[in-house]
């Protein structure tokens, strides 16, 4: 059986609504898909809809993706089986969202000094978790440059002129969220980690 454990929607910066995830899964033979968005549960319900109604869907997991601080490393930690009602968890994550916005705003300040003008909508209705990825794509819209890997190499990624660094959890405040709103907590990507230590410990937790 195929499974995928780690999948973003248009809740966050993925590329497909909750829905058309769900579909593209079915037609990919995944038997199952957790929707793990960053900061974010509300594709979820929409995935769940959906696979019902759709032939071969795959089983779906409740997962959530939740990004951390620790020294100069960005840890994010996977949840899974979580309960996407439990109200200390949702609250967290509006207010990470907020952040989010926050920064938006001081990234698109300091690239239209350099004179990269675009525009980028903050959490919609959806409260989708808006990142770097969305300036990256709005810059290449824009013709500023051909991929978004490039926009991220000369603009946004930690030392470069566009980057802001954003208020986060610690990894182990985030583990302690997802267990106490009945979840699995997992150390997503462990090998981008240069600490191996770090990513010791925290896979231990």
Do not use: W
Request: net charge negative; aromatic share 4%; glycine share 6%.
């Amino acid at each position: 059986m195929l499974v995928d454990l780690h999948t973003h929607s248009t809740s966050s910066d993925g590329t497909y609504t909750p829905a058309k995830l769900v579909e593209a899964a079915a037609a990919a033979k995944i038997g199952v898909l957790a929707l793990t968005d960053h900061d974010s549960v509300n594709g979820i319900v929409q995935a769940e809809a959906a696979a019902v109604n759709i032939k071969n869907a795959p089983r779906i997991i409740r997962g959530v993706e939740l990004g951390t601080q620790a020294g100069e490393a960005s840890v994010h930690i996977l949840g899974y089986h979580i309960d996407i009602s439990n109200e200390r968890l949702l609250t967290k994550m509006h207010e990470m969202r907020h952040a989010r916005e926050l920064r938006l705003q001081k990234i698109l300040q300091k690239i239209a000094a350099l004179g990269y003008y675009v525009e980028v909508a903050e959490c919609d209705p959806d409260n989708r978790a808006v990142g770097r990825p969305h300036v990256a794509k709005a810059l290449v819209a824009k013709g500023f440059f051909a991929t978004v890997q490039e926009a991220f190499d000369v603009l946004l990624k930690r030392g470069r002129p566009g980057y802001e660094p954003q208020p986060k959890l610690s990894p182990e405040e985030a583990v302690e969220l997802l267990h106490q709103a009945g979840g699995l907590a997992v150390l997503a990507h462990p090998s981008e980690l240069e600490d191996k230590p770090l990513v010791n410990c925290l896979m231990k937790n």
